[in-house]
């Protein structure tokens, strides 16, 4: 059975979440499952505390060497780890990690203007292929290695293109986003249901997706070329994952054709 790759992010995690009570079910039910993970918010609060000026370009987190050891203890330390707890203490099987390990995610500097922000170049899957073979549920914090002038680094990545790449790398059943929001919409008013790549690909030209959504909609774009669904729904509803799996109702799915 292929793994199904969800994304959560700070914005579903809460005092009332059921994401995490979600997934120890599904995987009671036998399904494996590959989560990666966001903490913006984290990160931002702890750079405040810390002194640290935080600043954002075309979306991005401009990451220097002092804001890349707070982004790696936070997400790859903290937020990872205090998800594993939180997975264990529902009894269930989880094993955190971040992009760096096993050399799952491989980037390159992105743009100097934006510091240590990768861009990922390669994906190895081979570490969290054999925790799913074990029964682990794999917690990935978008944290990659990479090259800075010829020397090895860290560099902090897109969690969305990192579960993109991770997805379309193990070949997954289906990539699921789990966001604050019901779906992808055209205007206000409007939400689309289903679109193919085509449409995805001219509403990110156009401009009518914007903010987070455009890395979610690319993502899936890249995710499709091996996996056959990916859905973006609303992560904050009650069962929001568990509903998703067994009914497939609400959101939006891409697809390739």
Excluded at 116 to 135: F, N, Q, R, W
Excluded at 231 to 251: D, S, V
Aim: charged content about 20%.
């Amino acid at each position: 059975m292929q793994p199904i790759v969800v994304k959560i992010g700070g914005s579903t995690l809460g005092n009332h979440d059921t994401t995490l009570e979600d997934l120890v079910k599904l995987q009671k039910q036998g399904i494996p499952l590959v989560v990666i993970h966001g903490g913006g918010r984290e990160v931002s609060d702890w750079l405040a505390r810390l002194g640290i000026p935080t600043r954002f370009a075309n979306g991005l987190r401009v990451t220097d060497a002092k804001a890349l050891k707070v982004v790696t203890a936070v997400l790859s330390g903290l937020v990872n780890k205090e998800l594993v707890v939180a997975i264990q203490a529902l009894t269930g099987k989880a094993v955190g990690l971040s992009g760096a390990d096993g050399n799952l995610l491989r980037a390159t500097i992105k743009h100097p203007n934006l510091g240590y922000v990768g861009e990922i170049i390669s994906t190895d899957p081979s570490l969290p292929k054999a925790l799913l073979d074990e029964g682990y549920m794999p917690v990935i914090a978008p944290i990659s290695s990479g090259l800075d002038r010829d020397k090895m680094t860290l560099l902090n990545v897109n969690g969305d293109a990192a579960a993109g790449e991770i997805a379309a790398a193990l070949s997954a059943d289906r990539l699921i986003f789990l966001t604050d929001v019901d779906g992808v919409y055209i205007d206000s008013d409007r939400m689309l249901s289903r679109i193919n790549i085509t449409e995805a690909k001219k509403m990110l030209a156009t401009g009518i997706a914007y903010g987070g959504m455009i890395p979610k909609i690319e993502a899936c774009i890249r995710a499709l070329a091996t996996v056959p669904i990916t859905r973006i729904i609303n992560g904050k509803a009650p069962h929001a994952l568990l509903n998703e799996i067994n009914n497939e109702t609400g959101g939006t799915t891409i697809v390739a054709e």
